[in-house]
T-cell receptor, first 113, second 115 residues
Framework: GDSVTQMEGPVTLSEEAFLTINCTYTATGYPSLFWYVQYPGEGLQLLLKATKADDKGSNKGFEATYRKETTSFHLEKGSVQVSDSAVYFCALPRVTNAGKSTFGDGTTLTVKP | DSGVTQTPKHLITATGQRVTLRCSPRSGDLSVYWYQQSLDQGLQFLIQYYNGEERAKGNILERFSAQQFPDLHSELNLSSLELGDSALYFC??????????????FGSGTQLSVL
């Protein structure tokens, strides 16, 4: 069945460091792939998405490229800020026949000044 | 602001009790999803409704039930509460029935504490 495997955290970086959060997926067909972000005390919100292979989603300096050959959708940012501290979720945006909405386990990022 | 409204924001209750969580989806969205977020289990999908009908069921306990009303708001009922039910409960909504390639809009959650 469909699944998402996300890099375990937590991740602690200094400001202006490079960020990578790994995400790999297993899916039937060609789903879109999403990254959601959850800031402290808030609900999840869509950060970026890619709808087909080789698409690059980008937002707020974050990027992720849909790699069909490696079934990956890694999240990257060249220079993180303290305000990027949050929990990041990789997701297959659909509910499967098994009734499972596929989100990764979440990776907590803490950025220190 | 996602447009999804959840009430209450915080709920403190005792074991064995019953509570009701409420969700109003974004205007125009027909699907409502319920998720449970806890430190040890991450984000768990509970159930989805589309236009009043149950669409998909995930890891929802038999002690929990939900419904979506004609005005599209939804309620999640949790009964015979246990300490382990303490978690953050999120509601999300989307336009279509299957979440297929669709963006979900999340509410800010209800923090349930069972003492």
């Amino acid at each position: 069945g469909d699944s998402v495997t996300q890099m375990e955290g937590p991740v602690t970086l200094s400001e202006e460091a490079f960020l990578t959060i790994n995400c790999t997926y297993t899916a039937t067909g060609y789903p879109s792939l999403f990254w959601y972000v959850q800031y402290p005390g808030e609900g999840l919100q869509l950060l970026l998405k890619a709808t087909k292979a080789d698409d690059k989603g980008s937002n707020k300096g974050f990027e992720a490229t849909y790699r069909k050959e490696t079934t990956s959708f890694h999240l990257e940012k060249g220079s993180v800020q303290v305000s990027d501290s949050a929990v990041y979720f990789c997701a297959l945006p659909r509910v499967t026949n098994a009734g499972k909405s596929t989100f990764g386990d979440g990776t907590t990022l803490t950025v220190k000044p | 602001d996602s447009g999804v409204t959840q009430t209450p924001k915080h709920l403190i209750t005792a074991t064995g009790q019953r509570v009701t969580l409420r969700c109003s989806p974004r205007s125009g969205d027909l699907s409502v999803y319920w998720y449970q977020q806890s430190l040890d289990q991450g984000l768990q999908f509970l159930i989805q409704y589309y236009n009043g009908e149950e669409r998909a069921k995930g890891n929802i306990l038999e002690r929990f039930s939900a419904q979506q009303f004609p005005d599209l708001h939804s309620e999640l009922n949790l009964s015979s509460l246990e300490l382990g039910d303490s978690a953050l409960y999120f509601c999300a909504s989307s336009v279509g029935p299957a979440g297929h390639n669709e963006k979900l809009f999340f509410g800010s959650g209800t923090q349930l504490s069972v003492l």
